[in-house]
């Protein structure tokens, strides 16, 4: 979903795509898919704590920071069981920027959740950039 079909959807797509406690279930991630499924959910996470910023939504923020930070927690776990520590550290950071966001956006400091959202989606990119999941595919593709 984009910031367009968002501001404009209606009552019905907003129903459809943003159930309440969508996210209360953290995939296990033990295969391929699962691990594509959990970072399709990151993404979404990712993307409402923008809009939320953008739409100054204070309590939305606090939300999609807070889930996104969930998320976070459990691939610090999925890596250090796949005994990658530079993908265990990079999720590590990742998860501290987003419980951070949340705490800003907890005090409305909007401004400063925006500062870290920047230096999360850089830590998004460098774990991307190295590709762990070459180190791990011989696992996933059995
Ligand atoms: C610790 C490493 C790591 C971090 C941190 C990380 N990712 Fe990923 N991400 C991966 C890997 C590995 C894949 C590729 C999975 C595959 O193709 O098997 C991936 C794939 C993706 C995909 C594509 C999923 C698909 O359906 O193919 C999206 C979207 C994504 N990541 C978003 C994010 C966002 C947003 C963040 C930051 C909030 C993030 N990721 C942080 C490792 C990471």
Redesign the pocket.
């Known amino acids: 979903m984009n910031a367009t079909t968002r501001r404009h959807g209606s009552f019905i797509a907003v129903a459809v795509f943003a159930p309440p406690f969508a996210f209360a279930q953290i995939p296990a991630a033990n295969s391929?898919g699962d691990?594509?499924k959990h970072?399709?959910d990151?993404?979404e996470a990712?993307d409402d704590l923008a809009y939320a910023i953008d739409d100054k939504k204070t309590a939305q923020v606090v939300d999609a920071a807070t889930r996104?930070a969930t998320l976070?927690q459990s691939?610090i776990s999925y890596?250090n069981t796949k005994k990658n520590a530079p993908?265990t550290e990079?999720?590590r950071d990742?998860h501290k920027l987003a419980a951070q966001a949340a705490q800003q956006a907890q005090h409305g400091d909007l401004p400063a959740v925006q500062t870290s959202v920047v230096q999360?989606?850089i830590?998004?990119r460098t774990?991307?950039d190295s590709?762990?999941?070459n180190l791990v595919e011989h696992r996933?593709r059995k």
């Open positions: 391929a691990y594509k970072m399709d990151i993404q990712k996104l976070l691939d890596w993908a990079l999720a990742t999360l989606q830590k998004c774990c991307h590709h762990p999941e996933f």
